[in-house]
T-cell receptor, first 113, second 113 residues
């Protein structure tokens, strides 16, 4: 089952524009992470935000977290063609003594030069 | 420093066969997680091992099994392959448990004919 759901499923923008992706989740979390995946490759960790944080920055990335709405957003400013990739949110889940990171279906971002 | 390495990178099997996928974590990382990613979907959690013990299991049939060796490398085995097992299999390592930041390998692309 997918805990997080990203929105939109696909996003196409021009270089230089900002890209915003959203993630909604269902159960309470300790932290939320965002990952990036270039076509058919492994995922790369971008940023982790803890449940007691509301906003976090890393370079051109800005992540917000609203635990009351169970949602997060990832903003990429001044996008570049190299930002073209799929972006996934991941939330921690504990079930019957098992711990795991649960990924959403992802947002496919295309940045046109 | 070597990242997470997976082998083989690509393989083709026929229905009913079995497959073994291998993963070497980053040096010092004691946790290994396995994910299955079907085309167009997010990664689905299969297993997590920490200090050679299974700490988490996803919703996969018993045809899927895994183990972690004393050097923290890991194997994922899938028996009686089905067409639906065709996917990218991702291994990720982390310092501690699976709820921390994951470093992914490039994946093993399995095609079942």
């Amino acid at each position: 089952s997918q805990q997080g759901e990203e929105d939109p499923q696909a996003l196409s923008i021009q270089e230089g524009e900002n890209a915003t992706m959203n993630c909604s989740y269902k159960t309470s979390i300790n932290n939320l992470q965002w990952y990036r995946q270039n076509s058919g490759r492994g995922l790369v960790h971008l940023i982790l935000i803890r449940s007691n944080e509301r906003e976090k920055h890393s370079g051109r990335l800005r992540v917000t977290l609203d635990t009351s709405k169970k949602s997060s957003s990832l903003l990429i400013t001044a996008s570049r063609a190299a930002d073209t990739a799929s972006y996934f949110c991941a939330t921690d889940a504990r079930q019957g003594g098992s711990e795991k990171l649960v990924f959403g279906k992802g947002t496919k971002l295309t940045v046109n030069p | 420093d070597a990242g997470v390495t997976q082998s083989p990178t690509h393989l083709i099997k026929t229905r009913g066969q079995h497959v073994t996928l291998r993963c070497s974590p980053i040096s010092g990382h004691k946790s290994v997680s396995w994910y299955q990613q079907v085309l167009g979907q997010g990664p689905q959690f299969i297993f997590q091992y920490y200090e050679k013990e299974e700490r988490g299991r996803g919703n996969f049939p018993d045809r899927f099994s895994a183990r972690q060796f004393p050097n923290y490398s890991s194997e994922l085995n899938v028996n009686a392959l089905l067409l639906g097992d065709s996917a990218l299999y991702l291994c990720a390592s982390s310092l501690f448990g699976s709820l921390n930041v994951l470093t992914f390998g490039a994946g093993s692309r399995l095609t079942v004919l």
